[in-house]
């Protein structure tokens, strides 16, 4: 089994900051892309940013300059630093990983249980 478990979500003032935390475990070959996905209350999931094993990233132009993504290979953990947080950033945050559970398996998509954002006077 592979589990991906989410930490760091919260409350938080608009302009503050929040750090997601998202570690995967289980029978685990390697971890290809990781990443972060939002879904608002009546919206669509939506991507917030990517980042591959090698490091190359992409996130949505809604948090380019406000949102940094990075990830610890050694500890099958990926970050999301967020900073200027606007009431719009209100949504349930979701980590996705692309994993292979052994040499010779695919690779499968796997999500954590979801960890709530809210931004809020």
């Known amino acids: 089994q592979v589990q991906l478990v989410e930490s760091g979500g919260g409350l938080v003032q608009p302009g503050g900051s929040l750090r997601l935390s998202c570690t995967a475990s289980g029978s685990i070959f390697s971890i290809n892309t990781m990443g972060w996905y939002r879904q608002a209350p009546g919206e669509q999931r939506e991507l917030v940013a990517t980042?591959?094993?090698?490091?190359?990233?992409n996130s949505a132009d809604s948090v380019k300059g406000r949102f940094t993504i990075s990830r610890d290979n050694a500890k099958n953990t990926v970050y999301l630093q967020m900073n200027s947080l606007k009431f719009e950033d209100t949504a349930v945050y979701y980590c996705?990983?692309?994993?292979?559970?052994?040499?010779?398996?695919?690779?499968?998509?796997?999500w954590g249980q979801g960890t709530q954002v809210s931004v809020s006077s």
């Open positions: 980042i591959t094993r090698g490091g190359s990233q």
């Open positions: 996705h990983a692309v994993i292979r559970r052994s040499f010779r398996s695919s690779e499968y998509n796997y």
